[in-house]
């Protein structure tokens, strides 16, 4: 690692404080990209502003018709708690399907949010529930959120304090995950609701996460794996590397969301 | 990995070719471009800082200009030593050809990246080369004709 000044401010002013007045630092959630990129000397931030010691940003409430995940909530945790089981169990499942468990006890899912790594599970859940990304200062629709790879709406200096994903309607998550890094290769959130479908795809676009709106019209149609017959995401807009080509990737999107599709029918 | 693509800029090409050819245009739409100085007609040096997600690296490295055909195209070459984040060199194959008024501005590029930041960052390497590209161009096209913004139109990756 580069040297760096280590904060763990008591408040959420404070936080804001730390990372409004100087740009070269960085806030610290769970750290489990952040702490392995420092590692390697592939980062030298000047500060780290920490926000585990920031009150009321951890834990999981039911708002109205929400369910709202505080931003330092760990994986584990969501995955665990009986009242995101119970309303969002699609949403249960892939917190426990995120990396190893190390990942699970320290990631977060405001820093997976706001990393918005094009192969991270969270943002597919975000987009597929139609989420809101409530920050130190606004509410952002997950819609107008994502922005691209590693891209968010959010400012430099902005805090997330909690994701509110609306509760409803059935919901299921299929990834096909690389065997090393359990990272998405191609992960497909569906949610079914009055009218209403969504499909958001992670892991294979080059611009991230991103809505299926193909098949999306299909399956509102006809909401079966058989209604994706013949669709196909355009392999060339698809992440290559050597873990799989873009066709490969757009082949395994398909066949996840079908797969998802396939488990809502059978929850009916 | 190879990255080809066109853009129309909405400028007469001998416009275009001297933007190409001028630092100040050059270190205004190279993604990340600390600093770009002209050793001579033909070479820059340039410090760029590369982001990313969590990465940031700072490439110091040089940038050459050959096979100079004015006004039609030159081949762009660059390469930089990021310290211990590895290194990377590409090369761009641009022409320009004339459509009445505009000129289409074709590239043909290829990047290689070595050392720890293509280990770590592999699977996004391509994803971020080509994404570097459509800024760079289109950072150009609107420099060159700030009237009108097109991105760049057509980028992909073979």
């Known amino acids: ?268 | 990995m190879d990255l080809t693509g066109s853009q129309r800029i909405e400028a007469p090409r001998d416009e275009v070719w001297r933007a190409l050819n001028d630092p100040e245009v050059l270190r205004q739409c190279i993604p990340g471009c600390q600093e770009l100085t002209q050793a001579s007609p033909t070479e820059f040096t340039a410090k760029v800082v590369l982001k990313i997600g969590p990465m940031k690296a700072t490439f110091a490295g040089s940038v050459t200009l050959s096979e100079l055909e004015p006004p039609s195209g030159c081949v762009i070459t660059g390469e930089g030593q990021g310290g211990v984040a590895g290194f990377a060199k590409g090369g761009a194959k641009v022409w320009l050809v004339e459509e009445e008024a505009a000129t289409i501005l074709n590239y043909e590029a290829q990047a290689k990246v070595g050392g720890k930041i293509a280990q770590l960052g592999a699977r996004l390497i391509d994803s971020t080369a080509k994404k570097l590209a459509g800024e760079f161009f289109g950072a150009f096209g609107r420099a060159v004709a700030p009237q009108a913004a097109p991105e760049a139109d057509e980028a992909a990756a073979q």
Request: hydrophobic letters at 50%; glycine letters at 12%; a negative charge.
């Open chain 1, 1 to 268: 690692m580069f040297p760096f000044t280590y904060h763990r401010p008591a408040d959420l002013d404070a936080a804001r404080g730390l990372v409004a007045a100087n740009e070269e630092a960085k806030l610290l959630a769970g750290g489990q990209t952040l702490i392995a990129t420092l590692k390697q000397r592939l980062a030298g931030p000047s500060d780290l502003v920490d926000l585990a010691g920031v009150p009321g940003l951890a834990g999981v409430s039911r708002g109205g018709d929400a369910l709202v995940i505080g931003a330092m909530t760990r994986h584990a945790d969501v995955a665990a708690a009986p009242l995101v089981r119970e309303a969002l169990p699609a949403l249960a499942e892939l917190a426990e399907l995120i990396g190893d468990p190390a990942v699970r006890n320290r990631g977060t899912i405001g820093g997976s949010v706001a990393n918005n790594d094009p192969s991270a599970d969270y943002p597919a859940a975000c987009l597929g529930l139609a989420a809101t990304i409530v920050t130190d200062r606004r509410r952002i629709a997950a819609g107008d959120f994502f922005l691209g790879l590693f891209e968010t709406a959010l400012e430099p200096d902005e805090i997330i304090l909690s994701v509110a994903f609306p509760v409803g309607g059935a919901a299921a998550y299929e990834k096909f995950p690389n065997p090393a890094s359990r990272y998405a290769m191609a992960g497909s959130f569906v949610w079914r609701g009055e009218g209403a479908v969504r499909v958001a795809i992670t892991g294979a676009g080059q611009e991230g996460v991103f809505r299926w709106s193909e098949a999306e019209a299909a399956l509102a149609g006809d909401f079966t794996p058989r209604a994706l017959e013949g669709l196909a995401l355009d392999g060339d807009a698809m992440i290559a590397d050597i873990h799989g080509s873009g066709a490969y990737r757009a082949h395994l999107a398909g066949v996840m969301t079908k797969r998802a599709v396939a488990r809502i029918v059978g929850q009916g």
